[in-house]
């Protein structure tokens, strides 16, 4: 095996920058969501890491997909990310969260919103439109199964 192939992971997604910046942004919330008062933790807190960790969720399972899914599964990631930016604020609102972990949480989330967009856009210059519209397809098949 030459070192090249060392480098690569087995997984692709695990060579993302968003997602290593994602994982980050999780343990991040982690820590500081625990020192929420109980009753604020399982209300807040909780969806507040599940939110961060949907940024990482939709980026793994887009990357196993064509470009257009793949696509689709990054603006679930942003999607994400917004809910993080409500989270954030609702916490801060309620005093649990103090300025500077706002400020952070917020400088993180905009990194990572502008970190997706890029990947997108880059993305969208080389999906063809016949990908493009399976994967419309895809989505309108598992909208009706729901």
Request: hydrophobic content about 40%.
């Amino acid at each position: 095996m030459n070192e090249q192939e060392n480098n690569v992971s087995f997984f692709r997604f695990e060579d993302l920058r968003i997602y290593a910046k994602a994982l980050d942004y999780i343990t991040w919330v982690h820590s500081v969501t625990a020192n929420f008062p109980e009753s604020c933790r399982a209300t807040v807190g909780d969806a507040f890491v599940k939110s961060a960790q949907g940024i990482a969720m939709n980026t793994a399972e887009g990357s196993a997909r064509n470009k257009a899914q793949f696509i689709y599964y990054l603006k679930m990631a942003k999607s994400s990310v917004r809910e993080c930016v409500v989270y954030t604020e609702i916490a801060s609102r309620l005093n649990v969260m103090n300025d500077t972990d706002k400020e952070y949480s917020r400088n993180q989330l905009m990194e990572l919103t502008k970190m997706i967009g890029s990947l997108v856009a880059s993305l969208q210059r080389t999906v063809n439109p016949r990908e493009e519209e399976e994967a419309m397809m895809d989505d309108d098949m598992s909208n009706m199964m729901i």
